[in-house]
């Protein structure tokens, strides 16, 4: 089974979850840059379900959203926040499901793929579950749809919005999809439901009642995609992201500056922003780049290889320093960043030598291992050289 998880108005129910005052009012957030420095006040980036009644959808203008609805509130967003409930969210899918495909910031899907017994095909109950984490642990609700794929997922987590939970049964995949109207169904946008509209087809199901061929020929390769996800068939399996090569921040700074105190903390920031991601996946790299780009624009990044792999503030702090000390011409900035690269894909066990009670025991177990398999089956990475020579 696939799961489709969706925050329901994720930014305003952050922003209600913390603001009483908020609660049960139509609240419009308005568009905030990835960065949250600046917030755009043009533009509804999402609103509450108390401010949809009126009409009001993400990407109105503000102004004609407040004549919908005249007391809605506006609020600036937190985009901070936001990261940060997205990746609580994520966490909580890993509890799940190691197959994960994040879509958005606060939506992905899950493939349960492989574990109907670990889960008795209960996947009501597994789907009731992530909802209650995700209510007590962040505090809002989200919407799930279950399905045998990703597209009736996706229709079925829209589709009792908020708090919803939706299950499509085995081989009704057609029948839940039937009374749609077409604008409706993932993949046709605006122009394709004009189009569609003018040929008679206002619903999902009278798509269904056209055939392939139709549609191949009126929309080509992409009229066959439409045709099968009208129809529920969808191939598309949930595909993981690729595992990350590099992490890294940088920042804009508010106003250029050339102050080196200002800057190293700055940079500070960057790094520790850094470590939480790399010992969050557990992740270690051999690479540290940092870049400036001085107020002209003119950009330079400058890398250094370590002799072993990093993760802790610190040390990234400590190289990325020694960096920034030796190519900056103390020129004002406007932009400062860190980037850790080249991990290392085999992390080494360490052994705690400190823990000196602990040894015997080890090494009785080596030498366990060692009568069944031969001395050098395992031994401390120092005595390679050793081998090199002797083996
Ligand atoms: P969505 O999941 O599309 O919307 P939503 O969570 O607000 O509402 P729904 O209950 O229908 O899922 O997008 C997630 C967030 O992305 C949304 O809260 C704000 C942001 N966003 C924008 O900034 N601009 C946009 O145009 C859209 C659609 C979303
Ligand atoms: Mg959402």
Redesign the pocket.
């Known amino acids: 089974m696939i799961f489709h998880v969706?925050?329901?108005?994720?930014?305003?129910s952050i922003e209600q979850r913390d603001n009483p005052v908020l609660r049960d009012k139509p609240v419009l957030?308005g568009?905030t840059d990835p960065q949250g420095k600046r917030c755009f006040r043009g533009v509804v980036?999402?609103c509450s379900y108390e401010a949809r009644r009126y009409g009001i959808s993400?990407?109105m203008p503000i102004f004609q959203a407040l004549k919908l609805c005249p007391h809605a509130i506006v609020v600036e967003g937190h985009f901070e926040k936001y990261r940060q409930a997205s990746q609580k969210m994520y966490a909580i899918f890993d509890r799940y499901t190691f197959q994960v495909e994040p879509t958005?910031?606060?939506?992905a899907y899950l493939s349960f793929y492989g574990f109907e017994d670990f889960y008795n095909q209960d996947f009501l109950g597994v789907a009731k579950q992530i909802k209650n984490a995700i209510y007590d642990e962040i505090g809002i609700t989200a919407?799930v749809g279950i399905a045998k794929n990703k597209l009736v997922a996706k229709m079925a987590s829209?589709f009792q919005?908020?708090d919803g939970l939706t299950l499509v049964i085995n081989g009704k995949e057609k029948e839940f999809l039937n009374p749609f109207p077409i604008g409706k169904l993932f993949g046709v946008g605006f122009q394709t439901e004009k189009k569609l509209k003018s040929l008679g087809i206002q619903t999902v199901g009278d798509l269904q009642n056209k055939t392939l061929s139709f549609f191949k020929n009126t929309f080509g390769k992409y009229g066959e995609t439409i045709w099968a996800w009208g129809s529920g068939i969808d191939e598309r399996v949930v595909t993981p992201p690729p595992p990350a090569k590099s992490v890294g921040r940088s920042i804009t700074l508010p106003s250029n500056s050339d102050n080196p105190q200002y800057l190293k903390a700055t940079l500070f920031y960057l790094c520790q922003k850094i470590a939480r991601q790399l010992h969050g996946d557990e992740l270690e790299g051999r690479c540290l780049t940092t870049i400036i780009r001085y107020a002209d624009f003119s950009t330079y990044s400058h890398q250094k290889i370590l002799k072993s792999p990093i993760s802790s503030a610190f040390i990234i702090y400590h190289h990325a320093q020694e960096l920034f000390d030796h190519f900056w011409t103390t020129k004002k900035l406007r932009l400062i960043g860190v980037r850790v690269s080249h991990f290392d894909t085999q992390r080494q066990l360490q052994f705690d030598f400190n823990a000196k009670e602990k040894l015997p025991k080890m090494e009785k177990s080596l030498e366990k291992i060692r009568e069944k398999f031969g001395f050098w089956s395992i031994y401390p990475a120092s005595l390679s050289v050793v081998t090199r020579q002797e083996k």
């Not at 969706?6 to 305003?12: E, N």
């Not at 958005?104 to 939506?107: K, L, P, R, T, V």
Request: charged share 30%.
């Open positions: 969706d925050l329901d108005a994720f930014f305003a957030v568009r980036a999402t993400s990407g958005g910031i606060d939506e919407s829209g919005k908020p």
